[in-house]
Structures are given as structure tokens and as C-alpha cells.
């Protein structure tokens, strides 16, 4: 009979990290299309892809179940099983994000205002071109692995970092600009509302945030 655990890891008990990051992008993928829903105020599809982020969610969920239960305690791995978890729980941060702001927006209905529709399509866009790099740092983890945290796969790994750091901070320049934007139509939008907006703006910075705290986390992996 085959091992469970083989069968769950195969010959890399990195894989199904991997596997839950892919799930977490999902999420942040369907987050734009959730978002031009909200835009054209199709509240009907907005709740379809809504449901569709909550679903992918839950299987991040649940992979990130298997693994914390699964992951053996004595392989022989350069960096201590407990870091490993932590990387995890950082990822799965970021499906959780992108499911916040969805069911935020879907149960308030809330129209982004015509003039801010652009930039918070931009300020979107930015965060997931950095969860989108933090996919690609992961998906070089198992080649880490296999090489021992040393020579040109680092070097590989520090490069697409620096990237993404520098992606997260075109995201932070762009947090401050459309705040300001906000700002500027404060007044002519209920109270509620502009609050409700703010909390928005940050809910989607957060996922460029997170973003780079996966990279981050995986730096000191290597540092080690």
C-alpha cells in the first residue's frame, strides 16, 4: 500500500506549499473580475465571482490543512519545518485578503466612484502583478531545496525579491495617490461610504503588502 505521506508530497514535500500558493493567487485573480463586476454594477455576477473566491479560498483552506497535519517532523530539510508553516500561514493570508474585500463589497453593494474607476483598476492591477511575483519566488522554492540554499539558484531567488519589493512600492506610491483622490471627494459622498472607500484602498494594498512579506519571509529562509 502506498504511503499517504508519499502520495500527498511525492518526491517534494514542497509541492503542496506551492500548490497553496497557486490557490491563493486564484483568489487575487478573481478579485479583478470581481471588480470590473462592481464597476458595471452587475451585483449578479459580482456575487457568482464572489462565491467563486470564497471556494477557492476554502481549498486553500483545506491544503493548508494537509500540509500543517501532513508535513513530517523529522525531514531532512536546510530550514526548520516550523518556517516552513510560518510561510504558509503568510500565503494563505493573501486568499484570505482577496476574499475580505469581495464579501466586503458584495454586502454593502458599493459603487467606486466614476473618477476613481481607473486608478483603483491600476492600484489593483499593481497588487497582483506583485502576488503574481511572489508566486513565481515560490514556485523556485523546491529548486532551493534541491541545491541547499546555495549558488546561482540564490542569486535567481534574490533577483525576482528585489522585483517584487520594488512592485510593492509602486503599489504604496499608488495607496497614497488615490487616498488623495479620495480626499479630494470626500464631500460630496456620504461619510459612510468615504469610510467604507478608505477601508477598501487598503484592503487591496494589503495584497501587494503580503505579497512582499512572502518574498520577504523566504530571504530569511535563505539567510539562514
Avoid at 31 to 53: H, M, V, Y
Wanted: glycine share 4%.
Amino acid at each position: 500500500m502506498a504511503n499517504p505521506i508519499s502520495a500527498m508530497f511525492g518526491r517534494s514535500p514542497i509541492r503542496p506549499i506551492q500548490g497553496h500558493m497557486a490557490k491563493a493567487q486564484k483568489c487575487v485573480i478573481l478579485l479583478g473580475d470581481f471588480l470590473e463586476a462592481s464597476f458595471a454594477n452587475d451585483w449578479i455576477k459580482a456575487e457568482s465571482l464572489q462565491q467563486a473566491i470564497r471556494a477557492s479560498e476554502n481549498d486553500a483552506d483545506d491544503l493548508k490543512s494537509n500540509v500543517r497535519n501532513n508535513l513530517p517532523k523529522n525531514l531532512f530539510l536546510p530550514v526548520p519545518r516550523s518556517d516552513l508553516l510560518v510561510l504558509l500561514s503568510t500565503q494563505d493570508r493573501l486568499a484570505n485578503r482577496a476574499k475580505d474585500i469581495a464579501g466586503l463589497m458584495l454586502g454593502r453593494k458599493m459603487k467606486i466612484p466614476e473618477s476613481l474607476v481607473a486608478p483603483v483598476r491600476e492600484y489593483y492591477r499593481e497588487s497582483l502583478a506583485a502576488s503574481e511575483q511572489a508566486l513565481k519566488v515560490i514556485q523556485e522554492l523546491d529548486e532551493l531545496l534541491e541545491t541547499g540554499f546555495r549558488g546561482k539558484e540564490v542569486e535567481l531567488v534574490e533577483g525576482l525579491i528585489l522585483e517584487l519589493d520594488e512592485l510593492e512600492h509602486r503599489s504604496d506610491v499608488s495607496q497614497i495617490e488615490l487616498r488623495a483622490k479620495l480626499f479630494e471627494l470626500e464631500e460630496s459622498l456620504p461619510p459612510v461610504h468615504v469610510m467604507f472607500l478608505y477601508r477598501i484602498i487598503d484592503l487591496i494594498g494589503d495584497l501587494a503588502d503580503i505579497s512582499q512579506k512572502i518574498g520577504s519571509r523566504l530571504l530569511l529562509l535563505i539567510a539562514q
